[in-house]
Structure formats: C-alpha cells, structure tokens
C-alpha cells in the first residue's frame, strides 16, 4: 500500500440540495466520510429485510464469502470490521490512476464487458438507474445518455477518492441527469424500497463484505419488474487458460500496479480478491437467495468475468 493511504482524504462535496429529499432517496443524503457513511448506513440495517429469504440451490460447499467475525481480505483472513477498512485504502490508494490501470491491465477488454453489459441491461429512456459501487462513472456516463433528460442516474460509491473522480469525469462530460451519492452496497440506505428500474454493480461486489446483505438491499430498492446486472470476475472455464491467468494475475499486475500506481499490494489484493469470489453458479444461487428470479449469467472471455442477471417479479 502505497503512503497516500494514510493521509487524510478530502471531503466529498455535498450537493446543495442533499437537505431535500429526492424520489429515489429514502432520506437526505447522509454527511461524513466514508467511515462516517458506513457507520451511519451500518445502522439502517435494520431497515433491510433480511433473514426472511429461503436458501437453495447453491452447489454444496459453494464459497458464498458469507460473513461472521471473519471474513477474507484477499487470501488474508480478517476481522469483518477490518475488511472494509483495507477495502477502503486500496481504492483511496488507486482513485487517481484507476482508469489507465484499468486500460493497462485489461488490455482494454474492461470496455468490451461493460458494453455488453450495457447491452443486457435493457436500459430505456426516461428509466431510473442505480450504478452501485459506480466508482469513476464508466457505466453511470453511458446510462445518462441511454435514459435521457426525462431520466435520472445515480451514481453511488461507498468510497468517497472513488465519486470524487467519477463525478468530476461526468460533470465535465455534461451528465446532468446524474447525481452522486456515497452508499454502502450491504444497505443502500439513502435509497428509498422500489426506487429504481435498472440496478448495476461492475467489478463492486468481491469488495463487498457482507454480499448477501448486498443482495438484499439491492432487491429492496429494485421496482417490481426492474432488474440487476452484476458484472465481475469470475472462474475461468478452461484449465490451462487459467494457468496463464494466474501467472498474469499474481506476477504482471503487482509489477504493473508498483510501476503505475506506486503500489504493487493494491494489485496483489486485485488478483487475490478475484479469486475468493464466488464462482458463476455459487452467485447465481445468492441472488435467488436473495429473491431474484429468472437468473442467469453469461460467461466473457472464457469466463474470466461473467454477467450476471436477476429481476424482481
Ligand atoms: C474495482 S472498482 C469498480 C468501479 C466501477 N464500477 C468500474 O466498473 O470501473 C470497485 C468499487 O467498489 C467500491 N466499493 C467497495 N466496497 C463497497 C461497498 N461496500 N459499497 C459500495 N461500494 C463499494 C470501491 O470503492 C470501488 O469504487
């Protein structure tokens, strides 16, 4: 991890009107940092239905990185609470170079998986759209212009070095049916229930502690008739091409991550945290957990990443 971690991070700009209740916040935008946030959001669980939702049809000994007291941080065993602080530090460390590191390391696929993601989503005009763990905007730029002005996007993060430089981008691209808002995916809490027709993770979810929680909350703010797109890392389906993949990911990344970013455990954590993830079938079976119906996912580049795709009837 590179010094940067430990200086203090700035402040998220609020937006004047975070005193008025928007249609799709369930309150006013909360204030603080990211801590703060968590601390805050941590509370409102209580407001997410959870523990209701019958379990079936994960595969036996399927890795769901459920939580207890531990939970992993990469291939690190860690308390829970401690997760979301390293996760934390990781993105205040990348914010800056994020975008090239994401082109570099991808040899710019990452743009080819959102477009089909994009692609899946179904995205119309007038629709609102939640893009969680939205980090610099890739997906929330393209739905602004998808939804049009009739339309509204949010563009949220629980990191705020993340939606700094994801709401400078917009803005300066003219997005101006986007609104950003610092949320913890385990609640959605600033979300009002049944806000959103359209809700999409990116590469957020393996960061998130407590993934069924996410789940939920996301179900809790989908309309009825909306759907989830989940688009992350997944488990390769064709041996050797995995062999490749593990000694790209574990030798090239760090040593790209250390020239780039000046910070090589970031990217070991990237490699590490892919492959703790649940795999395709194990995150199918969550999100019917959670009460997503017709899921299915489709595997991108031998299932390297996978999108995921679950509605609420
Ligand atoms: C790899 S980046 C993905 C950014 C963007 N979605 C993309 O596809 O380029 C992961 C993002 O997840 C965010 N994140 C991690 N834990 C989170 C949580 N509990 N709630 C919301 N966002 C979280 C991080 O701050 C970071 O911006």
């Known amino acids: 991890m590179s010094n940067e971690n430990q200086q203090p991070t ?26 703060g946030q968590q601390q805050t959001l941590q509370q409102g669980l209580t407001s997410t239905p959870t523990g209701s939702v019958p379990k079936y049809n994960l595969p036996r000994g399927a890795n769901t990185g ?69 980090g610099t905007g890739d997906l929330a730029k393209v739905f602004s212009r998808e939804v049009g002005p009739q339309g509204h996007v949010v563009l949220s993060d629980i990191n705020e070095s993340m939606l700094n430089v994801g709401r400078d981008r917009l803005i300066d691209a003219g997005c101006t049916n986007v609104d950003f808002v610092l949320a913890n995916a385990e609640t959605l809490e600033p979300f009002a229930d049944n806000s959103f027709d359209l809700l ?17 909350a996301m179900y809790r703010v989908l309309k009825p008739g909306g759907r989830l797109l989940v688009l992350e890392f997944s488990k390769p389906v064709f041996e050797p091409f995995s062999k490749l ?52 996912y489709h595997n991108l580049t031998g299932g390297i990443v996978a999108v995921h795709r679950g509605f609420k009837l």
């Open 245 to 296: 993949y593990d000694f790209y990911s574990f030798t090239a990344l760090p040593i790209m991550g250390k020239l780039v970013a000046n910070d090589a455990e970031s990217y070991k954590y990237l490699a590490e945290s892919i492959r703790m993830h649940p795999d395709q079938r194990t995150l199918k079976g969550m999100m019917e957990n959670a009460g997503f119906q017709s899921c299915d």
């Open 66 to 134: 459920n939580v207890g007291e531990t939970t992993h941080f990469g291939y690190q065993t860690v308390s829970s609470d401690d997760k979301a602080q390293k996760v934390a530090e990781v993105f205040h460390s990348v914010a800056s170079k994020y975008d090239i590191m994401n082109d570099l390391m991808s040899f710019g696929i990452h743009r080819l998986w959102k477009r089909f993601a994009i692609n899946m989503s179904g995205v119309r005009r007038g629709q609102h759209v939640l893009d969680i763990a939205g």
């Open 10 to 35: 700035p402040e998220v700009e609020q937006k004047p009107s975070s005193d008025k209740v928007s249609p799709f916040l369930s309150s006013p935008l909360p204030q603080g940092t990211p801590q």
């Open 200 to 216: 999409t993770i990116s590469f957020g979810l393996r960061n998130v502690t407590d993934k069924d929680a996410a789940l939920q």
